[in-house]
């Protein structure tokens, strides 16, 4: 069982930046695939952000790539999502995601294993 508990919401004007952290109580913490989803109010949760195991491997959304940067810590059992240059459409809560085995198919949300219990990122524009 891995817990996961998300840090750094809140409320931003446009084009401001906010980081979000997500702690991870895994023991084998290195083993999974790492991610970030969001969901906007009547919106299915998308994929946002992920980096594989080592953490030398990152994907991004179309839509938020050169803004956002996903990075992990394994010594600290940590992952964190540095937004910048933040709109109004990135409105919604993020999940940190964790994903056991392939880095392939991270972005397809029934794949993941564990969900962390969202923090709110409000945009006002």
């Known amino acids: 069982q891995v817990q996961l508990v998300e840090s750094g919401g809140g409320l931003v004007q446009a084009g401001g930046s906010l980081r979000l952290s997500c702690a991870a109580s895994?023991?084998?913490?290195?083993?999974?695939?790492m991610g970030w989803f969001r969901q906007a109010p009547g919106k299915e949760r998308e994929f946002v952000a992920a980096i594989n195991w080592s953490g030398g491997r990152t994907r991004y959304a179309d839509s938020v790539k050169g803004r956002f940067t996903i990075s992990r810590d394994n010594a600290k059992n940590t992952v964190s999502l540095q937004m910048n240059y933040l709109k109004s459409d990135d409105t919604a809560v993020y999940y940190c995601a964790a994903k056991y085995g392939s880095w392939y198919d991270i972005e397809r949300t029934v794949k993941i294993n564990y969900w962390g219990q969202g923090t709110q990122v409000a945009v006002s524009s």
């Open positions: 895994a023991r084998t913490f290195s083993d999974y695939v």
